[in-house]
């Protein structure tokens, strides 16, 4: 079947910018997470839904950043007045459930702000 | 909280041999623990995990990973790798119990294979 999908796999903006980031997971999992990978680093923890509700956001660096899951399927992360140090690699993992469930993650969007 | 350190950023062996890549964690609560590998261009994938039992935990493609509690280290082992092994590898701890899912990461480690 069908792995977890990011689009696009590519951004290019400018500084200030309002970015949208999608990412479709396994059908059929209800956890979604989102993650951001610098470069030579490893993925941080953004945020984390279970079904349509964020049960934890304690990684979303600030309040320019947003994500929903209105059907608790499809996750689109946003990005208010996008600046230089947004750039990096945003990753969507989905599981089956939350807990010992193994996060399957997508390619990733590279995020490259001018 | 969790964290996780990667002792080597780039460990480069020669094909055939073995590889052992070092992880340690430190954190107030049970874990979980993950390796994960990265090839270029692609995902993130599950090697292996720790959840409870047997300490020695063995993964896709060869691999394996002792978990140690005393030392607080889960390091991955290959007895003898490819050239297709050549990725970046993840260590990965989430937290035991409660609600708290999340993966904290450590900063990786470059394997790259020679022939």
């Known amino acids: 079947g069908a792995g977890v999908s990011q689009t696009p796999s590519n951004k290019v903006t400018e500084k200030g910018k309002y970015v949208e980031l999608r990412c479709d997971p396994i059908?059929?999992?209800?956890?979604l997470y989102w993650y951001r990978q610098s470069l030579g680093q490893g993925p941080e923890f953004l945020i984390y839904f279970q079904g349509t509700g964020a049960a934890d956001d304690s990684g979303l660096p600030n309040d320019r950043f947003f994500a929903v899951r209105p059907e608790g399927s499809v996750s689109t992360l946003k990005i208010q007045r996008t600046e230089r140090g947004d750039s990096a690699v945003y990753l969507c993992?989905?599981?089956?459930?939350?807990?010992?469930?193994?996060?399957?993650f997508g390619p990733g969007t590279r995020l490259t702000v001018l | 909280a969790q964290s996780v350190t990667q002792l080597d950023s780039q460990v480069p062996v020669f094909e055939e041999a073995p590889v052992e890549l070092r992880c340690n964690y430190s954190?107030?609560?049970?874990?979980?623990l993950f390796w994960y590998v990265q090839y270029p261009n692609q995902g993130l994938q599950l090697l292996l995990k720790y959840l409870s039992g047997s300490t020695l935990v063995k993964g896709i493609n060869g691999f394996e990973a002792e978990f140690n509690k005393s030392q607080t280290s889960f390091h991955l082992r290959k007895p003898s790798v490819h050239i297709s092994d050549t990725a970046e590898y993840f260590c990965a701890v989430s937290a035991f119990g409660g609600n708290d899912y999340k993966l904290s990461f450590g900063a990786g480690t470059t394997v790259t294979v020679r022939a």
């Open positions: 059908s059929g999992h209800t956890a």
């Open positions: 993992a989905s599981s089956l459930r939350g807990e010992n469930n193994e996060q399957f």
């Open positions: 954190s107030s609560v049970s874990v979980y």
